[in-house]
């Protein structure tokens, strides 16, 4: 029930962009060392959140990453759902799951749980990571 | 960020548990075939649960599981703990939290999310899930 580390390193990646100042980029290897992650895995990491929209990356010498929106307008479960896919706390949730009850009990239960926990992800935007950035 | 297959199952065996009739057993087979279970993995959980105190298991011929405690005594949080160990939605709550800023917007975040859920998974119980058994 865990967030997986390549989500973990997606959020600190995109908390790195958000410090930038307005109109400037980042390289891989400045977010790798800034967030101690190890720079292949980031290098897929930022691949993944340029595809989905959320970054906007830049070849050459002088090329790298900055945020293709606002802070404020990327959420936890932008970056989290670009990384690993939709968020399902349990089978139940999923088309798979195996109970035969269209009222059971404990399919609601994951439901609520999944609907609250996304809720929160979705409202938790990095508007406020701004100029929190780690030393 | 997925309930493990081990714990949904380890909730399905209880809930079964939940509803036989006082003083009543049941075998592996049994829980197994209800609950739509490979025997093998139940029998590794079912230990895991024994050995955790929520069940109690009978050896010999006429053998099996009952729940150790009232099922409105047995919480969804201990029997996914006594499967998986403590719940940590992110690195952030537990020991090895790479962020250096005490006052941490993002071990805040996680810390919280993290406490609702366990407090969520604490108040449900296997009291609501009498008489509510799959057919």
Request: aromatic residues 8%.
């Given at each position: 029930?865990?967030?997986?580390?390549k989500s973990d390193y997606a959020l600190r990646a995109v908390w790195h962009l958000t410090n930038l100042p307005t109109g400037k980029l980042s390289s891989i290897s400045v977010i790798a060392e800034d967030q101690s992650v190890p720079r292949e895995f980031l290098a897929k990491i930022l691949?993944?959140?340029s595809r989905s929209g959320l970054l906007v990356s830049y070849q050459?010498?002088?090329?790298?990453y900055r945020l293709a929106r606002a802070p404020r307008d990327i959420s936890f479960l932008d970056v989290i759902e670009a990384i690993d896919g939709p968020?399902?706390?349990n089978l139940c949730?999923?088309?798979n799951c195996p109970c035969e009850d269209d009222?059971?009990?404990f399919c609601k239960f994951w439901e609520t749980q999944e609907n609250n926990f996304k809720k929160a992800l979705s409202k938790q935007n990095f508007g406020?990571?701004?100029?929190r950035a780690r030393k």
């Open positions: 029930m865990k967030l997986s580390r691949k993944d959140l050459g010498v002088n090329g790298g968020i399902h706390l949730t999923e088309d009222n059971c009990y406020k990571y701004k100029q």
